[in-house]
């Protein structure tokens, strides 16, 4: 798996102007956050341009698909989010998202570990060095983006907490606050939100917890101030706004398997050949895209996650 | 009625449309606009609907028997955003694969549904005119046009079965038919319609 580190980096691979909004904001924000990211300016991409003005990229840890990736644009990424918690339509959290406080924040850790307790966000995340993750996202509702997180390895930060050998899966709860969440006013879904991974997937080096996006803090409406990515699976497993991580030794309930038991699992893996109820997941819609994409096997990660699927039934177990 | 009116009535309910054409053309129906303009036209395609529906029970509340002269044109107008809704789908997001429309329709019921909604409105909009009354016969003529009715329902579930889980809208319309089919089942047990008499202080220029 690649990922990429500022050394390896040729100055030719350097992202071009066209692929970020504005590339002296970025430098300059880059450089206020220097202490905490990778490598200002660095990221990983293939340098082949091609027609369109976008380059294409590099997943980070992907497969090499025969298909071109490219990375969407951080008004895309920012004004298209399902974040139930702001509203239920997609411009909904950009608009809704704005005075939501991420600071100060708490990650309360606890359950099966040595190391439980209320981490402040800066504690959490100081002793871990920040990655440049460019990675798809596939929602259950058939799109898809390319969205380059910065973050640190969920792996990274488990071994910090020292998880007994009885913890077989992590959860995940989201903010409960109905006075700053507009959507947690009605029960659309069972709030607050909650998410679960197996242990062999949360330890995964795909796993990311990411804080930033294109260089900046994570803005509210794509779940600051922290949230998680798990590139191979459906979106909605992206927990955002975490404030808890549980170690707990049975599978949780996940808020979309409670809210739609027959249509919603708790592996979510992307799987083109297990349909939705209600559509097809067979292909996709990558934003700002014309033609529809055929949809990937776990998101074309297969190469880093199917070996933790062998023998179980994805049809069953979806 | 006034002369004018027809027409201007057209023209607006083409403001929809020409709206939804400029912001796909301008990038303004942010970062999904084929499934917006998509969303978009089934919503009007509902809306056409519904105002059809009305012209009946709201000339029998008012006596204003012109709008009966709206009617048709309102369901053209519905069948019209049911065509653009359909070509959306078929030409825009599906790129003609007949393979896999063909797949989503058989195996997808909100698709079949959808598409059953369509399938319904088409003969009732190429019955539409007088010439079609008479061949048919008045009487055979409204039974065909009760189908309708039947649009109205696969219609509103199509919606209710497309969104993720905002139930909210879906079942507003919902209301909204339930109400105008609602006041029919009532309508038929009273006594048949009767053309109100002319009402003398109505100064109308045809």
């Known amino acids: ?318 | 009625m006034i002369r004018w009116l027809k027409p201007l009535v057209v023209v607006f309910a083409l403001v929809p449309l020409a709206w939804v054409a400029w912001a796909f053309a301008h990038d303004r129906l942010g970062a999904n606009p084929i499934r917006e303009t998509e969303i978009q036209t089934g919503l009007w395609t509902l809306r056409f609907l519904a105002i059809t529906l009305s012209i009946s029970p709201a000339r029998r509340a008012t006596g204003w028997n012109w709008l009966i002269k709206y009617r048709r044109m309102l369901g053209l107008l519905t069948f019209f955003y049911a065509t653009v809704h359909l070509s959306m789908w078929a030409g825009v997001d599906w790129f003609f694969a007949w393979g896999d429309m063909w797949h989503e329709v058989v195996k997808h019921k909100y698709i079949l549904v959808g598409m059953t909604t369509f399938v319904l409105l088409a003969p009732l909009a190429l019955t539409s005119t007088k010439g079609w009354v008479r061949r048919l016969g008045g009487k055979r003529w409204a039974a065909l046009h009760r189908l309708i009715y039947v649009a109205a329902i696969t219609g509103t579930v199509h919606y209710l079965w497309a969104v993720k889980k905002d139930t909210f809208f879906p079942l507003v319309y919902l209301a909204v038919f339930a109400l105008l089919l609602g006041y029919r089942v009532i309508d038929a047990r009273r006594k048949p319609f009767r053309v109100p008499p002319r009402r003398s202080s109505a100064s109308v220029a045809a």
Request: charged share 25%; with cysteine.
């Open chain 1, 1 to 318: 798996m690649l990922i990429r580190k500022p050394d390896d980096i040729a100055s030719s691979e350097i992202t071009p102007e066209s692929a970020y909004m504005d590339r002296r904001r970025f430098i300059a924000t880059a450089g206020m956050a220097a202490a905490g990211l990778a490598g200002a300016g660095a990221l990983s991409s293939a340098a082949a341009c091609t027609r369109d003005d976008r380059p294409t990229v590099k997943i980070s840890g992907g497969d090499v698909a025969t298909q071109q990736d490219k990375l969407n644009t951080f008004e895309q990424i920012t004004t298209y989010n399902n974040y139930y918690e702001f509203g239920t339509d997609k411009e909904d959290p950009s608009e809704n998202a704005t005075r939501f406080r991420t600071h100060p924040w708490t990650v309360k850790v606890d359950g099966l570990v040595k190391k439980p307790g209320d981490y402040a966000l800066e504690d959490l995340v100081k002793p871990f060095k920040v990655e440049e993750r460019i990675y798809r996202l596939r929602c259950v509702e058939a799109w898809s983006m390319v969205i380059p997180w910065q973050g640190i390895p969920l792996k990274d930060m488990i071994t910090r907490f020292e998880p007994l050998p009885s913890a077989k899966f992590v959860q995940f709860t989201t903010l409960l606050a109905p006075d700053q969440m507009p959507g947690q006013r009605r029960p659309i879904l069972p709030w607050p939100y909650v998410e679960g991974l197996r242990m062999d997937e949360a330890t995964n080096p795909l796993t990311l917890m990411a804080t930033g996006l294109y260089g900046r803090p994570l803005p509210n409406q794509n779940g600051a101030p922290i949230r998680l990515i798990v590139p191979w699976k459906y979106g909605f497993k992206g927990i955002k706004a975490i404030v808890r991580m549980s170690f707990v030794d049975r599978q949780p309930m996940n808020t979309w398997q409670i809210a739609n038991p027959d249509e919603y699992g708790f592996y979510a893996n992307v799987n083109p050949t297990v349909d939705h109820p209600r559509w097809t997941q067979a292909s996709e819609r990558r934003i700002g895209e014309f033609r529809r994409r055929p949809t990937l096997m776990f998101n074309g990660y297969a190469e880093q996650v199917a070996h933790m699927y062998a023998g179980m039934d994805l049809r069953k177990n979806f």
